[in-house]
């Protein structure tokens, strides 16, 4: 284009990128100074020629227009380039492979880069074998309005290879998100493009559209407000900067690590709206902005969050996040996070961490649990991805019978984290209890440890920002060796000694 001229894909179209693979309509968008003038594009497959034709529609700036392309759905593997023509210019990229793509989100431990994990070495040296699974990087930035292009881009997208995997620390490539992708492409076979956008200290509330914050009870402020303000943690600035200029791709899921920097007082308190919040309102404007072309209830994964600080004292804070991360259930999918799917991690401390002990640097695990989760839950496959969850849970004597279910496997590996709690009045308090006794399926509880004129009123398990040794905690599914989840339960009104529990979900499976 001359200049004053504007004619260009939106940044993060480029050589050597994954499109979203058939059944789905993969876009393409761009932008054009020639509003109203013709768009044509031709995408080359090995085996025939692709023709469609639009025009620049008016964008969100008087002389910016946008132009966009629904491809034709297009099989996994299928290696294209797609050239955009008009009268200011023509515009080509190539290498392009179908597969699934995946967004991933969060703060600094989705942030926390390959080169920083234990087993890096190994993990770099690999990458190379790996051609199909893609990766970018979006550059850290914010906005006070939201943008319809990223400011910029912190890696292009490539294969993996030494340098692009193991880039800087906190510069590229995301850990989490590349063990990930990584096992994903060796279980199904077919390219995976990986879409880093990510902040380290920021709020759920800066990734969350005003909308979404505004169904939570958290004010925005208008906009003239707003651009006054400055730093990531302010709320909707990556949204606006980061997240809402890829709603136009197509892409199959998004997986998150975040809520550290939300775990304390009333942003703590609402993030069982706030988190859940987000993840509804991604999916409906990914949906709405990509003409219905990414699923309006696409597979959602996210990290509980691991230990931080080695004090077994410390029971407010994460253990809350860990617990509203599943908007209350304990577990995921539930009715309220339908197509969501966890890694458990707090039994995975790094309290010798060189990045602090906030950022473990084990991420092997956490990719190998969340893989588990996402194959069973984003991809239907047969894989027993989640620790045990208790079915019911009943008072006999001084004994708490807690039973799992039939199906489960237990393994049990210390006796203590569990609590009882023992109400008086007003006054209650958490008391420690341990396991006395235990099978395949249940665990049994010493319950006779309320002092005189308490009654017992509920149960909860590892609750502690730190609760156990690494790999340590009290209960795990034999199968892949997988930890129960953080739970509490409160049963305020039932006789003392006919007092149960009833867990609602999840299915064993």
Same mark, same amino acid.
């Given at each position: 284009?001359?200049?004053?001229?504007?004619f260009?894909?939106?940044?993060?179209?480029?050589?050597?990128?994954?499109?979203?693979?058939?059944?789905?309509r993969?876009?393409?968008?761009?932008?054009?100074?020639?509003?109203?003038? +013709?768009?044509?594009?031709?995408?080359?497959?090995?085996?025939?020629?692709?023709?469609y034709?639009?025009t620049?529609?008016?964008?969100?700036?008087?002389?910016?227009?946008?132009?966009?392309?629904?491809?034709?759905?297009?099989?996994?593997?299928?290696?294209?380039?797609?050239?955009?023509?008009?009268?200011?210019?023509?515009?080509?990229i190539?290498?392009?492979?179908?597969?699934?793509v995946?967004?991933? $989100?969060?703060q600094?431990?989705?942030?926390?880069?390959?080169?920083?994990?234990?087993?890096?070495?190994?993990?770099?040296?690999?990458?190379?074998?790996?051609?199909?699974?893609?990766?970018?990087?979006?550059?850290?930035?914010?906005?006070?309005?939201p943008?319809?292009?990223?400011?910029?881009?912190?890696?292009?997208?490539?294969?993996?290879s030494?340098a692009?995997?193991?880039?800087?620390a906190?510069?590229?490539?995301?850990a989490?998100?590349?063990?990930f992708?990584?096992?994903?492409?060796?279980?199904?076979?077919?390219?995976?493009?990986?879409?880093?956008?990510?902040?380290?200290?920021?709020?759920?509330?800066?990734?969350?559209?005003?909308?979404?914050?505004?169904?939570?009870?958290?004010?925005? @402020?208008?906009?003239?407000?707003?651009?006054?303000?400055t730093?990531?943690?302010?709320?909707?600035?990556?949204?606006?900067?980061?997240?809402?200029p890829?709603?136009?791709?197509?892409?199959?899921g998004?997986?998150?690590?975040?809520?550290?920097?939300?775990?304390?007082?009333?942003?703590?308190?609402?993030?069982?709206?706030?988190?859940?919040?987000?993840?509804?309102?991604?999916?409906?404007?990914?949906?709405?902005?990509?003409?219905?072309q990414?699923?309006?209830?696409?597979?959602?994964?996210f990290?509980?969050?691991?230990?931080?600080?080695?004090?077994?004292?410390i029971?407010?804070?994460?253990?809350d996040?860990?617990?509203?991360?599943?908007?209350?259930?304990?577990?995921?999918?539930?009715?309220?996070?339908?197509?969501?799917?966890m890694?458990?991690?707090?039994?995975?401390?790094?309290?010798?961490?060189s990045?602090?002990?906030?950022?473990?640097?084990? +991420?092997?695990?956490?990719?190998?649990?969340?893989?588990?989760?996402?194959?069973?839950?984003a991809?239907?496959?047969?894989?027993?991805?989640?620790?045990?969850?208790?079915? +019911?849970?009943?008072?006999? $004597?001084d004994?708490?019978?807690?039973?799992?279910?039939?199906?489960?496997?237990?393994?049990i590996?210390?006796?203590?984290?569990f609590?009882i709690?023992?109400?008086?009045?007003?006054?209650?308090?958490?008391?420690p @209890?341990?396991?006395?006794?235990h099978?395949?399926?249940?665990?049994?509880?010493?319950?006779?440890?309320?002092?005189?004129?308490q009654q017992?009123?509920g149960?909860?398990?590892?609750?502690?920002?730190?609760?156990?040794?690494?790999?340590k905690?009290?209960?795990?599914?034999?199968?892949?060796?997988?930890?129960?989840?953080?739970?509490?339960?409160?049963?305020?009104?039932?006789?003392?000694?006919k007092?149960?529990?009833?867990?609602?979900?999840?299915?064993?499976?």
């Amino acid at each position: 284009p001359k200049l004053g001229q504007t004619f260009a894909f939106a940044k993060h179209f480029q050589n050597n990128m994954v499109l979203q693979k058939a059944p789905a309509r993969a876009n393409i968008y761009g932008f054009s100074s020639a509003i109203g003038q +013709k768009v044509i594009a031709q995408m080359r497959t090995p085996s025939r020629q692709y023709y469609y034709s639009t025009t620049v529609q008016q964008g969100q700036s008087p002389d910016i227009g946008v132009w966009s392309f629904s491809l034709d759905p297009i099989d996994a593997n299928v290696t294209v380039s797609i050239s955009v023509q008009s009268e200011l210019g023509g515009l080509t990229i190539g290498n392009v492979i179908f597969g699934d793509v995946w967004l991933c $989100s969060g703060q600094s431990n989705m942030e926390f880069t390959v080169i920083q994990m234990l087993q890096a070495k190994q993990e770099i040296a690999e990458a190379k074998n790996y051609p199909n699974v893609r990766l970018v990087t979006v550059a850290e930035e914010q906005s006070p309005t939201p943008l319809y292009d990223l400011i910029s881009i912190q890696e292009d997208w490539t294969s993996p290879s030494s340098a692009s995997v193991g880039g800087p620390a906190w510069e590229y490539f995301s850990a989490v998100c590349w063990l990930f992708g990584k096992n994903i492409h060796k279980e199904l076979g077919y390219p995976i493009g990986l879409v880093a956008t990510d902040w380290g200290g920021t709020p759920v509330e800066a990734w969350s559209s005003p909308e979404a914050l505004a169904e939570c009870g958290v004010t925005s @402020t208008d906009n003239t407000a707003r651009a006054k303000l400055t730093g990531p943690q302010t709320n909707t600035v990556l949204w606006n900067a980061m997240v809402n200029p890829l709603l136009g791709m197509t892409i199959y899921g998004a997986i998150w690590y975040q809520g550290e920097n939300d775990a304390s007082g009333a942003m703590m308190n609402r993030y069982n709206c706030t988190f859940p919040t987000m993840i509804k309102d991604w999916r409906k404007n990914f949906n709405k902005f990509s003409n219905g072309q990414t699923s309006a209830s696409f597979p959602f994964g996210f990290v509980q969050l691991a230990p931080n600080r080695n004090d077994q004292s410390i029971s407010v804070g994460f253990s809350d996040i860990r617990f509203h991360q599943t908007a209350d259930w304990g577990y995921v999918p539930n009715r309220d996070m339908p197509n969501v799917f966890m890694a458990v991690a707090m039994d995975l401390p790094d309290f010798s961490s060189s990045y602090g002990s906030i950022h473990p640097r084990d +991420k092997t695990d956490v990719g190998f649990r969340l893989t588990l989760s996402g194959l069973a839950v984003a991809y239907g496959k047969q894989e027993v991805f989640q620790g045990p969850f208790p079915v +019911k849970g009943d008072v006999v $004597s001084d004994n708490l019978i807690l039973d799992y279910g039939d199906s489960a496997n237990l393994q049990i590996k210390d006796t203590e984290g569990f609590e009882i709690l023992c109400v008086k009045g007003v006054a209650e308090e958490w008391i420690p @209890t341990s396991i006395i006794a235990h099978n395949t399926t249940a665990v049994t509880l010493f319950s006779n440890v309320c002092n005189p004129g308490q009654q017992l009123r509920g149960l909860r398990y590892a609750w502690r920002e730190s609760p156990c040794a690494f790999k340590k905690c009290a209960v795990y599914e034999t199968i892949n060796d997988l930890p129960a989840p953080p739970f509490v339960a409160i049963n305020s009104d039932a006789a003392v000694d006919k007092l149960q529990f009833r867990f609602d979900g999840p299915m064993h499976y």
